[in-house]
């Protein structure tokens, strides 16, 4: 069965660093996701990814984050200086249409 | 506004014993509808979905559930409880005209006991 495939599962950085949690949608998908998931807490929606540009995003995606395509495979999310409260798990999702596939997430540690 | 709400944060049951597992939603339409199960550290597995039709979904794993429109609920079953059902269960709503992106309610655990 296809998988949505996130690199690396776990990561430590530093407060102040940039870090890029990497994905691998599912080849024939056309929609391309990013959810937070802070321990204990509900799955958030971060910004969803079509057609080469964000479709859609949340208010927790703000100027520190981006997310691009670098080439027909990848689908990667940028923070671009890093903050406490952006250790959760992120987790990278993909879809042809509604109803989607999760990647099984990155954990972020920021220290 | 639109809501997504589980009211139980936990639940534990006997292994063997039937099971629910209550979502409500609050949206202008009927939306899309999924539930999805989370083992401890992994990812986010998709037990099953509703977009239209019959308003009894089955899934994976033995899981079913109803969707009552005048309700507005998505209630999850399983008529026997297994102790590898041990995990949370995340009620997901996704909004027809909302690019796809999903809205999870908070999640119910759910203990298994011998």
């Known amino acids: 069965e296809p998988e949505v495939t996130q690199t690396p599962s776990h990561q430590v950085t530093q407060m102040g660093q940039e870090v890029i949690l990497r994905c691998v949608p599912i080849?024939?998908?056309?929609?391309f996701y990013w959810y937070r998931q802070i321990l204990g807490q509900k799955v958030e929606f971060l910004v969803s990814f079509y057609n080469n540009e964000i479709s859609e995003k949340s208010e927790i995606f703000d100027d520190q984050f981006s997310v691009e395509r670098p080439d027909g495979s990848n689908f990667t999310l940028k923070i671009r200086s890093t903050k406490l409260e952006d250790s959760a798990m992120y987790f990278c999702a993909s879809s042809v249409g509604a109803g989607y596939t999760f990647g099984s997430g990155t954990r972020l540690t920021v220290v | 506004a639109q809501s997504v709400t589980q009211p139980d944060i936990h639940i534990t049951v006997s292994e063997g014993a039937s099971l629910e597992l209550r979502c409500n939603y609050s949206?202008?339409?009927?939306?899309?509808l999924f539930w999805y199960v989370q083992s401890p550290g992994q990812g986010l597995q998709l037990l099953l979905k509703?977009?239209?039709?019959?308003?009894l979904v089955q899934g994976i794993k033995g899981f079913e559930a109803e969707f009552k429109r005048s309700q507005s609920s998505f209630n999850l079953r399983k008529p026997s409880v297994h102790w590898s059902d041990a995990a949370e269960y995340f009620c997901a709503v996704e909004g027809k005209n909302s690019g796809y992106a999903l809205n999870f309610g908070k999640g119910t655990s759910l203990l298994v006991t011998p």
């Open positions: 080849s024939n998908h056309l929609y």
């Open positions: 949206y202008g339409a009927t939306p899309y």
């Open positions: 509703y977009f239209s039709g019959d308003t």
